[in-house]
């Protein structure tokens, strides 16, 4: 148990790094972009820290050279997971009866490992594995991923100080106690960072996790868990189980000790799982806790009062960065008919600069969407604006999948408020625009709140502070994040806490302490410091 009360000092966020020509920060990750290029993992389990080869392996390409494969990994079956659930389970005391602040030593040693030894490594395996520009790569990983690490040893600290009041001759405590389980962390591609604080944050609070990594993000993922390993997480306080969702998830749902489901992905998956995990209850120790956050429709909504410029380059920003991968990305666009000529004409100045390829030309902006399958979502999207009456191509509207999954920046032109794609996440880029008649501001408003069922990021654009008001308030619950003149994108750890409500998640704010204190399960210790020797009360003592 801890005996002592350690305090830590608020930490600064992760320096981005520039990558500028000439820099020795550029050389160094060229150069391990090329040797990571030429190798080929092998990439086994990781179960109670031991490597575990099934043999059932997949491929892991890039998907802006997909003939070109980077590892093959290896899958787990139902015995495998049923091994890492158990691995965790027998770490389950030693981990969440260590002191906290020996938890917090292996978060920043592996924080510390990133951001020094493994940084140009870690970034290379997302450009290559994930397809990202080297600064798409340098922000998730390793910026954000040391952010989560760092702060979560902080915000721990002011978790385990909260304590209750003590009236004279009592005294009371309040122990986090980690959950009476496993977590199970179920982690998207699209950030390496969200899939280490996925099983991070429940970890620093004293949890043991099974980890299934997304198929698309494996090559990252591992390298994350053998950081992990080498910062001195012990043996089955994570456990690294690759392979397909639907068996995984089976499994581990119908684990009696399934303690917490931390998840990051789509509505449709997170609801399948919830659902799995009702259709259990009644065999789990406890209430197992469940925190998701999913998918997006994001807005950014221009006032006839906004500059033209501004409102182009947060769409360029916020709706391309990514390829559109990005929960928060901008997707659809309400613009006022006064201003739409001006915001279209910087829109297609800037698109005609943009250069799209392969993540080791670093003058492109526009790398390669994550898969076959999405490239094929995303056209199914564009190929559908292309034959509707309602809707044109305004920009962009190609793809090619020939050598990578490239799709074009694409901007749809609608007449059609509850257009498909201003309905539904597409997760690519591809942003649709209404154009609104100026007088109709306020019924807009209301029109952009009801328009799609999710709730995660917005932005609004204007100078009229009286605008800007009537739309915090009309769309008080249509984003968890609401940014006022900025691109609805690029949510920092501990300054913009991040998450949504409505279909786009449980709104626990990642990276902060709603979502730490979801990973404890509080005792509360009352003592009588002089038990009461009578049981009587004082009027007793009169008629
Ligand atoms: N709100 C947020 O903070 C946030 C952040 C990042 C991504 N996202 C969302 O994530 C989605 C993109 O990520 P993705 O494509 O990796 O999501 P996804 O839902 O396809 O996959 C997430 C994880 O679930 C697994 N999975 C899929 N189906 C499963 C099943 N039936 N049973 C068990 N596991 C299953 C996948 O293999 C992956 O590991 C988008 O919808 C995006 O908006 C949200
Ligand atoms: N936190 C990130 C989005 C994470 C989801 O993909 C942002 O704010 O852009």
Not at 90 to 114: F, G, I, N, T
Not at 152 to 158: D, V
Not at 305 to 326: C, H
């Amino acid at each position: 148990m801890d005996n002592a009360i350690f305090s830590f000092p608020k930490p600064i966020n992760e320096p981005v790094k520039a990558y500028a020509p000439g820099s020795s920060e550029k050389s160094s990750l060229k150069k391990t972009l090329t040797q990571l290029s030429s190798e080929e993992w092998d990439i086994p389990l990781v179960i109670g820290g031991k490597e575990i080869r099934t043999g059932n392996t997949g491929k892991v390409v890039m998907p802006h050279d997909h003939h070109h494969v980077l590892a093959t990994y290896h899958k787990a079956g139902e015995k495998e997971v049923q091994m890492a659930i158990d691995a965790a389970m027998k770490a389950h005391k030693d981990w969440s009866e260590l002191p906290w602040v020996e938890r917090a030593s292996v978060m920043l040693r592996v924080a510390e490992l990133l951001s020094t030894k493994y940084r140009y490594l870690l970034n290379a395996s997302v450009m290559l594995g994930q397809s990202k520009n080297p600064f798409q790569a340098e922000i998730d990983a390793p910026c954000e991923l040391i952010d989560f690490l760092r702060f979560s040893t902080f915000y721990a600290s002011q978790v385990y100080a909260d304590q209750p009041y003590s009236e004279t001759g009592i005294l009371n405590r309040m122990e986090y106690r980690a959950l009476e389980g496993f977590v199970f962390s179920l982690t998207p591609f699209n950030f390496t960072s969200i899939a280490s604080n996925l099983n991070m944050a429940p970890a620093m609070m004293g949890n043991v996790a099974v980890w299934k990594p997304s198929t698309t993000a494996i090559h990252s993922n591992y390298l994350l868990m053998k950081v992990f390993q080498e910062a001195g997480l012990p043996d089955g306080v994570v456990n690294f189980i690759p392979g397909q969702g639907s068996v995984i998830g089976k499994v581990v749902t119908a684990s009696r000790d399934l303690g917490g489901f931390h998840f990051t992905g789509s509505t449709s998956t997170f609801n399948t799982l919830w659902r799995q995990i009702g259709e259990n209850l009644g065999n789990y120790k406890s209430y197992p806790k469940i925190v998701g956050e999913t998918g997006g429709k994001n807005f950014i909504f221009v006032h006839p009062s906004a500059p033209a410029l501004d409102v182009a380059t947060a769409i360029v920003r916020g709706a391309f960065e990514y390829q559109g991968q990005k929960c928060s990305a901008g997707s659809r666009a309400y613009i006022p008919a006064s201003l739409w000529k001006e915001v279209k004409d910087y829109v297609g100045d800037m698109l005609k600069e943009i250069k799209m390829g392969d993540v080791q030309d670093f003058t492109n902006f526009i790398n390669a969407v994550i898969d076959e399958a999405s490239f094929d979502n995303i056209m199914s999207y564009i190929n559908y604006a292309k034959q509707s009456p309602d809707a044109e191509i305004v920009f962009g509207g190609n793809g090619d999948k020939s050598v990578g999954y490239f799709v074009e920046p694409t901007v749809i032109q609608t007449t059609d408020p509850m257009f498909k794609s201003m309905v539904e996440e597409i997760f690519g880029p591809v942003i649709t625009i209404y154009v609104y008649d100026d007088a109709k501001y306020e019924e807009t408003l209301e029109l952009c709140d009801r328009t799609s069922p999710y709730g995660l990021t917005g932005s609004i654009f204007a100078r009229d502070r009286y605008a800007i008001d009537m739309a915090f308030n009309k769309l008080r619950y249509a984003a968890g994040n609401f940014y006022i003149n900025d691109k609805p994108t690029g949510a920092v750890i501990a300054q913009q806490p991040f998450g949504g409500s409505r279909a786009s998640g449980t709104n626990d704010k990642a990276g902060g302490p709603l979502n730490l204190i979801r990973w404890t399960n509080a005792r509360c210790i009352k003592e009588a410091l002089v038990p009461p020797t009578s049981y009587g009360y004082p009027f007793l003592g009169e008629k």
